[in-house]
């Protein structure tokens, strides 16, 4: 692959699909929190909020360290896959 | 807490000597391994006794704080004094 | 596989560190400037004298408070306090609101002049003056990226730690990097609390998914949810005529406060009815958190009423970001740490900067037009933010008084002395460009205090008579500043005959180091307070 090109997705990568991922994980932390910490639903809001963004920050590294960015790419939608399973199944908590 | 920033200073002292390129500057002579692992070890305890005589006078909060924000202070004070 | 992560990590470093660097630059020297904010502001206007806390200050603000009517919803009362000399009133009918300055023994009323004064370098480090056009998330992706940088720059400059300590002085892009290194490592945790808090203050903005996703407000909700409030007033009440001696409170604040009864401003809601209550806000010193530290006690009788439930964690630990990022509770020792670790940091982002630059001229013969780019840049983003700061700084001195829009113009001088300055580099030699706008920073930084005794001798005076170390403080900054510039400058002078390129490190090197000095050299000065205050009479008697 043209290395540009692999640079380019990998970027891509890491940015927007850090940022999906880190909002889905926003999303799907709260019912794990409440069904594990008994938070309130706002402190877990919260809580998951500002943990997102070290899973965004995870997420960035762990795209760069990758060795491809086809690889990137896959790890970022099966991080995805798993905090929307989260969310599916927990959605029914709140 | 300026006798914490002494001891933190003296411990990054301790830790620079520890090693081998510093302590040739002072003594002229190679550090020998068990002098250094002594010195680190002493500059590592050093450190957390200041740490701990900060946490003692203001609390663990503003204590970490400080120490956190004088550490660049002695490190960097070291650090001209080293070359 | 190790090696291919050190060399993404380089990547990463390097290109984040290069994208956002200038940006990253001016965000962290407005923000380190706004650790001073008040004092900032107190300098800038000199009409507002000195002034410590007396007792009936608090009286005479109520009685003045009283006149302006009962059909008025909330009166505060801003005190002056160690840091700043405001004292303000404020009153508001429905949603207008009026504000008016007093001072001196008596409380008569001056009006200082329009200005922004240090909070402009606080609007500026998030919003970059384009509130409205996303400058905060600009600021975020800039707070993010550093993040970034800071996390693979500890890859990158994995051989440092092998001899930590260690500036080779004899190269000049050494010891620049050596320096940068150093000062990356030790500003880690600074920049890490900066940069979480940073995100974290503006969560609603940058990550409202979750909160929109659960709650109908969305981040409003949210904020509502987890923040506590005093009980809402219910409209209607009686009318009561509200207390006229605050010595009633005074007395309880002590008593309930013991460790530090300081006011810091004092809010009446509904003063004229029989359910309207005074708030009582102390200064921060003792915690981190930005949670205000209120009492409350009924309006008319005094009676201490039920105070704010205290919030939860999830609520405290981003209060405590919050508090950290705007250090409100540092006492002046502390917060020239924090000053000094804030110019650290910029430091470290300019040299990262410079270093890019020279690493890449060393090695290739051709310049292509992203050293250009790259060089010309570097020359407005560090020389010409110092210009600027130091022209807004002007702007304030020598701006007419009465002019409309006066706060405005200020603002308008800072951008368009850096868009100036941008152009200036542009048409002149790059080694050329940074003498003169470093000399002219120099020269503009030691005029200034001159040129505000020339205008208004009767202010250093005044300040003088009053012990006010902050006012002096500033002009002594402000000479200390230029005399560093002064001395950069001339290291650049005595070996005109290196190339080119090596000078402008040479020059680069020496105003981190002067920033650096700054910074210490400032810290001593508090130390040694009242010498300066000496050195400041002596100066001015000099002129």
Redesign the interface.
């Known amino acids: 692959m043209n290395p540009a090109l692999s640079l380019s997705a990998r970027c891509l990568a890491a940015i927007v699909g850090g940022y999906i991922v880190a909002a889905l994980s926003s999303l799907a932390l709260v019912p794990v929190q409440m069904s594990l910490f008994d938070n309130r639903l706002e402190d877990a809001i919260l809580i998951a909020t500002m943990f997102s963004y070290l899973v965004y920050i995870a997420v960035i590294i762990d795209c760069f360290c990758r060795s491809s960015a086809s690889r990137a790419w896959r790890n970022v939608l099966v991080y995805s896959g798993i905090f929307l399973t989260v969310c599916y199944y927990g959605g029914g908590l709140i | 807490m300026l006798f914490s920033f002494l001891i933190q200073v003296i411990a990054i002292a301790m830790l620079a000597l520890g090693m081998n390129k510093h302590f040739k500057n002072v003594f002229n002579r190679p550090v020998k391994p068990l002098h250094s692992k002594g010195l680190k070890l002493t500059g590592w305890l050093l450190l957390v006794f200041s740490y701990y005589l900060a946490v003692s006078v203001l609390g663990a909060p503003m204590a970490t704080v400080y120490w956190l924000l004088l550490l660049p202070l002695s490190i960097f004070y070291m650090a001209l004094l080293a070359n | 596989?190790k090696p291919?992560?050190r060399r993404?990590?380089i990547w990463?470093h390097t290109y984040t560190g290069l994208l956002l660097g200038w940006l990253l630059f001016a965000i962290f020297l407005t923000g380190t400037l706004s650790y001073f904010n008040d004092e900032i502001s107190q300098w800038m206007q000199p009409e507002l004298s000195a002034h410590q806390q007396h007792e009936n200050m608090i009286n005479i603000s109520l009685a003045r408070l009283k006149a302006q009517g009962t059909d008025v919803d909330k009166w505060r009362i801003d005190l002056p306090g160690q840091r700043n000399n405001q004292w303000r009133l404020q009153w508001q009918k429905g949603k207008e609101r009026q504000s008016l300055y007093l001072q001196g023994e008596s409380g008569e009323q001056v009006t200082p002049r329009a200005t922004q004064g240090g909070n402009f370098f606080r609007t500026f480090h998030y919003t970059l003056e384009l509130r409205n056009y996303g400058g905060r998330y600009i600021a975020g992706i800039a707070a993010?990226f550093m993040?970034?940088a800071l996390?693979?720059g500890i890859f990158t400059h994995r051989r440092f730690f092998r001899?930590?300590?260690?500036?080779?002085?004899k190269a000049v892009l050494k010891t620049l990097t050596d320096f940068h290194a150093?000062?990356g490592?030790?500003?880690i945790?600074?920049c890490l609390m900066i940069c979480?808090s940073a995100?974290?203050i503006y969560?609603g903005l940058y990550?409202p998914?979750?909160?929109q996703?659960?709650?109908d407000g969305g981040t409003r909700e949210?904020n509502q949810?987890?923040t506590t409030y005093l009980p809402k007033l219910e409209p209607g009440s009686a009318y009561r005529e509200p207390i006229s001696d605050f010595s009633v409170i005074a007395g309880q604040v002590a008593k309930l406060w013991p460790e530090n009864p300081n006011i810091n401003r004092i809010t009446v809601e509904q003063p004229f009815a029989a359910n309207g209550r005074i708030i009582v806000e102390r200064t921060r010193k003792?915690?981190?958190s930005n949670k205000s530290e209120v009492l409350v006690f009924s309006s008319h009788s005094g009676e201490p009423l039920a105070g704010m439930p205290p919030e939860?964690?999830?609520?405290k630990?981003?209060r405590?970001f919050y508090g950290?990022h705007e250090g409100h509770?540092a006492q002046p020792g502390?917060r020239w740490?924090?000053f000094?670790?804030g110019l650290?940091s910029s430091a470290l982002i300019a040299s990262g900067l410079v270093i890019w630059l020279y690493k890449r001229l060393e090695k290739v013969k051709q310049r292509h037009a992203g050293h250009f780019i790259v060089e010309r840049l570097n020359i407005a983003g560090i020389a010409g933010l110092l210009l600027a700061i130091i022209g807004y700084f002007y702007a304030n001195r020598l701006l007419p008084v009465d002019i409309d829009e006066r706060a405005r113009l200020e603002i308008g001088a800072f951008l368009f002395i850096w868009l100036v300055s941008l152009q200036h580099s542009l048409f002149r030699p790059a080694n050329k460009a940074w003498f003169e706008q470093l000399s002219l920073a120099s020269l503009a930084c030691l005029l200034l205090p001159v040129i505000d005794i020339i205008q208004e001798p009767s202010r250093l005076m005044r300040a003088i008579e009053q012990h006010n170390l902050i006012y002096l403080g500033f002009e002594l900054a402000l000479l200390v500043t230029g005399l560093l510039l002064y001395k950069t400058v001339k290291a650049l002078l005595v070996k005109p005959k290196q190339v080119k390129q090596k000078q402008v490190k040479q020059k680069q090197v020496k105003q981190k180091q002067v920033k650096?000095k700054q910074g210490?050299e400032d810290k001593k000065v508090t130390l040694k307070h009242k010498l300066k205050r000496i050195n400041a009479g002596s100066k001015a008697d000099v002129v």
């Open positions: 596989m291919d992560f993404t990590m990463l993010m993040l970034l996390f693979s001899d930590f300590f260690t500036l080779r002085k150093l000062a490592i030790v500003t945790p600074f979480a995100l974290i969560i990550m998914w979750s909160a996703h659960y709650l949210l949810k987890v003792l915690s981190l939860r964690i999830a609520r630990i981003r405590i950290l509770f502390l740490l924090f000094i670790s650290l650096q210490k």
